[in-house]
Nanobody, 127 residues
Framework: QADLVESGGGLVQSGGSLRLSCAASGRTFSTSVMGWFRQAPGKEREFVAATRRSGVSTYYADSVKGRFTISSDNAENTVYLQMNSLKPEDTAVYYC????????????????????WGQGTQVTVSS
């Protein structure tokens, strides 16, 4: 069981930056993959970014490539999402997620492959 607690959300103007953090506790870091999804009102939850515990491989949604960076601190059991050049369409609740089993590259992008989820943190980007 992994407990995931997100922080760092808030209100920012278009073009601004935010850094999300996700701290994992419990019987965790047999975590193989950690990532971020987001869900805007009336829309399905969508993949944002993910990283393998090794840190060697990172994955991004096309919509955030070049603007968002995912990183992890295994010693602190924490994963971060640095979000730059934010746009109003980035407004959503952002969820941290993790999986203890390895996920193949093609499965990284699908929420159904992640068993553990945080409560979410709201990110609002004003125009």
């Amino acid at each position: 069981q992994a407990d995931l607690v997100e922080s760092g959300g808030g209100l920012v103007q278009s073009g601004g930056s935010l850094r999300l953090s996700c701290a994992a506790s419990g019987r965790t870091f047999s975590t193989s993959v950690m990532g971020w999804f987001r869900q805007a009102p009336g829309k399905e939850r969508e993949f944002v970014a993910a990283t393998r515990r090794s840190g060697v491989s990172t994955y991004y949604a096309d919509s955030v490539k070049g603007r968002f960076t995912i990183s992890s601190d295994n010693a602190e059991n924490t994963v971060y999402l640095q979000m730059n050049s934010l746009k109003p369409e980035d407004t959503a609740v952002y969820y941290c997620t993790s999986a203890s089993m390895s996920i193949g590259s093609s499965g990284i992008y699908y929420a159904r492959n992640y068993p553990y989820w945080g409560q979410g943190t709201q990110v609002t980007v004003s125009s």
